[in-house]
């Protein structure tokens, strides 16, 4: 391991949350080397060359997360809707997070590194390719042309016979979706094989856009309290203990992004590492994205909130970098990303009077489109007959019949 700088890291995204939170640790220096055993004093180009491209590579996901996350929020299919961490989730998730960082920790203590690696890597090639086909998915759909041979497919699995028969999987899938896979598929056996950084960082974008995208805040206090529990978290596991930076340097998955110092030297092959974990892209990004659709509930034709918390994420993380160089130790990021991001929005908020309106927006009661409101409901008492009318009643009134009901899944 080498003991050059690494940017230091956070919590972690959603479903992973716990095992990106437990790589989202740094060095007392700032690069890890994966592969150097030798130390290595980087030059100032190369310094300055991989610190940019790492904070250039964090901004991708959180802005393009955010506009995909007004879209997602706004889906005409209710398979599409994000999931919704509500507060009970943000109180619970660093208590969550730190006991699965420090059992990672004892596995590490207790057991072969490699095997662990192994059955991790095997795990993260799954996800990183869904993660980056979904990801490709709306690009791919332009890139294309109107005169490609665009093929629906259906994945059925049913459950039961006759009228007790169930819908399992109800997969709906095109052509196009199938060569993303195959894409994605091939970048997954690179870094399977070769582990390669460009591999790696394709794989963490990926990630970080699709949690910004699909994870959302239901409101500001929620986000509030996400990132006030982690930023307590992120202090206590990186001052506190050695835990986190061990269970980091173990760790070989891509949850992080990396980027060579050596790259001027070496070409692609470099090897020495300054590297951010996904936790201190996604934990913000999520807020940001938050704070992008109260935007566009106001209806004024204004992104206030949402360029605010970005610059502020941009202040907050070239602060991490500056104070892990200037005093050589390891920071954790969230120290300096949180009040950054919470603070900018919420003084600009009341300096324009809307911090009411803005703590009392709920991202959670934005309506599907097509989804009817119910305006009146029909009785419960009387004859079954009665009630069947009454039932149709409300159908014809929403638009909506609620018998011979077919849920559509997403398409990758």
Request: aromatic share 12%.
């Amino acid at each position: 391991m080498s003991e050059a700088e690494q940017i230091p890291a956070s919590a972690s995204e959603a479903a992973a949350s716990a095992v990106l939170d437990a790589l989202n640790a740094t060095d007392s220096n700032g690069t890890e080397a994966l592969n150097a055993t030798a130390k290595f004093v980087a030059t100032p180009e190369g310094t300055a060359l991989a610190y940019g491209s790492l904070v250039f590579m964090a901004l991708l996901p959180i802005f393009f997360g955010a506009l995909r996350s007004v879209t997602c929020s706004k889906s005409k299919n209710a398979a599409d809707m994000p999931e919704t961490i509500t507060s009970r989730d943000a109180a619970r998730f660093p208590i969550i997070a730190s006991c699965t960082l420090f059992g990672l920790y004892l596995f590490f203590k207790v057991f072969s590194q490699e095997y662990i690696n192994l059955l991790l890597s095997v795990y993260f090639f799954v996800l990183g390719v869904l993660a980056l086909s979904h990801t490709m998915s709306p690009l791919m759909s332009r890139v294309f042309p109107a005169s490609f041979p665009n093929k629906q497919y259906q994945l059925l699995f049913t459950q039961g016979s006759g009228e007790s028969k169930e819908e399992i999987v109800n997969y709906e899938f095109d052509t196009k979706n199938l060569v993303c896979l195959l894409i994605s598929s091939v970048v997954g056996v690179w870094y399977l094989l070769k582990k390669h950084w460009i591999a790696n960082n394709l794989f963490g974008l990926a990630f970080a856009l699709n949690g910004v995208e699909l994870l959302h805040l239901n409101n500001v206090s929620t986000g509030c309290i996400l990132l006030g529990g982690l930023f307590i978290y992120d202090v206590f596991w990186v001052f506190g203990t050695n835990v986190m930076v061990t269970v980091a340097k173990s760790f070989e998955a891509p949850i992080k992004l990396v980027f060579p110092q050596d790259l001027l030297e070496k070409g692609l092959e470099a090897s020495n590492f300054a590297m951010l974990g996904l936790g201190d892209i996604v934990i913000p990004g999520i807020f940001i994205a938050l704070l992008l659709r109260f935007d566009v509930s106001l209806n004024k034709n204004s992104r206030t909130y949402f360029y605010s918390s970005f610059l502020a994420y941009i202040f907050g993380l070239g602060l991490t970098i500056f104070v892990m160089h200037t005093f050589k130790h390891a920071q954790p990021a969230l120290l300096y990303l949180v009040p950054a991001c919470v603070g900018f929005p919420v003084i600009i908020a009341l300096f324009k009077g809307e911090l009411t309106e803005m703590f009392s927006y709920e991202s959670s009661e934005e309506v599907l489109p097509t989804s009817p409101r119910l305006t009146s409901f029909p009785t419960v008492s009387g004859s079954p007959a009665s009630l069947a009318s009454s039932m149709d009643a409300v159908s014809v009134a929403t638009g909506s019949s609620p018998r011979h009901r077919r849920l559509q899944p997403t398409s990758m």
